[in-house]
């Protein structure tokens, strides 16, 4: 399905006042601290995406205005912006990319019986788990990530051995590294090793000295971290001449960080659509030109992307529904099987309200230059279970 995209129309700074026959969706987000870098890309696509559904009629024959409560990147001021925008009248809420930092908001909107959507949290517990029926994430769980690399080395690159090199510092990290484990073997690959550290970790010199110590360098290593622990780890592998192809999640996005690691190649990450020009599908270039638009620079990583496919989503289910009241909203979510958006489709179950499969695109970091090299999907969902490891 096209959109008409509107970015020229937009105004992220100000919005009209709310009228009392509008609908209205409250952002309870970080618009300070460090989780503004991830909620403020996520928050302006929502808002082209609201724009040009208000452009084409609105919703319901409604308007869809938006009220915000900045969450400063602190759990109790979450709690406390999700309050603030449910006393402006938010008929659903979107929170922080981060299930920590995005879940007090939203148990607040799920108190209310309202809808709530992670802006891209990837962790399982942004959800039914971990708030409760009505909430949602417009992202890719971390786990599909993680299976993804898995099963598209094994087939493509014809990778027989991996190696695991986990940074334990977030739940994202591990949600990584558990679709690898469980997608790699069933591939028919072998993990040959395993380590850990820290993102703030100055060194990982004793871990690379353990990957130099096997008989042969593995085809692989699954690293499973952001940056900047990320992009140090993989300067100093470089550095030791381990020249393994390195895969890692979506977290890694963006060429923002590739003067830290020089004339980089071997480096793959799969992302829900590209930045860089040459996605295949022309919605996700039109809506990098879009956000171009309406920011005066295009999107700096993929995390933009969740928050347009949220507001397409919801509002799709919402005229359905007839209605914005979360139950019947969360019923029509709920039925969702392959739905049609810009990034690829999307389905929801009445057990899982995030994606546990989805078509990535593959990035390949080249010569310091990332682009798309192919696309997969996995040959079967993750399954809660493993989920919930």
Known sequence: MKHTLLASALTLSMTAPVLADDITVGFAIAKSGWMEAYDTPAATAAKIRIEEINANGGLLGKQI??????????????A????????????????????????????????????????????????????????????????????TM??????????????????TTIEYNKGICTGFDWMFPKAGGEIVGRDTFKNSDASIASQI???????????????????????????????????????????VDGSYWLDAVPDLSGFVLPVQGSIYGDDPRNDVENFNKAYEAATGARPASQYAYPGYILIDLWAKAVERAGS????AVTAELEKMKGETTAFGPRSFSDKLHHQNSATMQIIEISNATPSVVGEWTISEPVPLGVLLK
């Open 65 to 78: 205005k938006w009220v915000e409560a900045d969450t400063k990147t602190d759990r109790a001021q979450s």
């Open 324 to 327: 914005v009241e979360g139950t």
């Open 80 to 147: 406390k912006a999700g309050l603030q925008v449910l006393d402006e009248d938010a008929d659903m809420m979107v929170v922080s990319c981060d299930y920590d930092f995005g879940a007090p908001a939203a148990l607040a909107a799920e108190a209310e019986g309202k809808n709530s959507f992670f802006l891209c949290a990837e962790d399982v517990k942004a959800g039914i788990q971990g708030v409760g029926p009505n909430s949602f994430s417009g992202s890719v769980l971390a786990a599909v990530q993680g299976a």
């Open 150 to 167: 898995a099963e598209w080395s094994k087939s493509v690159r014809e990778a027989q051995t991996g190696y695991v090199l986990l940074d």
């Open 209 to 251: 000295s353990r990957i130099k110590a096997l008989p042969e360098q593995p085809d692989v290593i699954m690293l499973c971290s952001y940056i900047p622990g990320a992009a140090a780890a993989v300067r100093q592998l470089r550095a030791a001449g381990v020249n393994s192809l390195i895969l890692n999640g979506s977290a």
